[in-house]
């Protein structure tokens, strides 16, 4: 279980909660790492984010579920947040408060690219979930 009462682990906490954007790395299939800003919502245990059928990271997870997610450091480099995880793919539809938090945080998001919310649904039907396994930054 990750601690998120040590020094590092509140600052990512807090990110966590406030963060728009969040980098995903997956791993190709000649290993080659492939990171992608994605949005993302963390619910205190796991990180959700929404994919398109093809995309490359489904196939990713699918070849080889390990990921790693950061965070955007500051103009100096500094506020450091990297997440080491494990992702699934997950059939069965979010339970309707999960999915209310998600759209709540992306609901300005969605109408700057504009998309509504049933087109974001169906544009984007894959359901990520990423497990945190460990955490490390400064």
Do not use: C
Not at 26 to 55: E, K, M, Y
Not at 109 to 120: H, K, N, R, S, W
């Amino acid at each position: 279980m990750v601690d998120f009462n040590s020094p590092i682990g509140r600052k990512i906490k807090r990110r966590l909660r406030e963060e728009q954007i969040i980098w995903l790395i997956t791993v190709d299939a000649h290993n080659t790492p492939q990171p992608r800003p994605v949005w993302f919502h963390w619910d205190g245990r796991d990180i959700l984010i929404f994919s398109q059928t093809g995309a490359a990271k489904v196939r990713h997870i699918q070849h080889n579920p390990n990921v790693a997610l950061n965070f955007n450091t500051d103009s100096k480099g500094d506020e450091v947040g990297v997440m080491i995880g494990e992702a699934r793919i997950q059939a069965e539809a979010l339970p309707a408060n999960r999915m209310r938090n998600y759209l709540r945080k992306y609901s300005q998001g969605l109408q700057d690219i504009g998309l509504t919310v049933a087109e974001m649904k169906a544009e984007y039907p894959v359901i990520l979930l990423v497990n945190l396994v460990s955490l490390r930054g400064f």
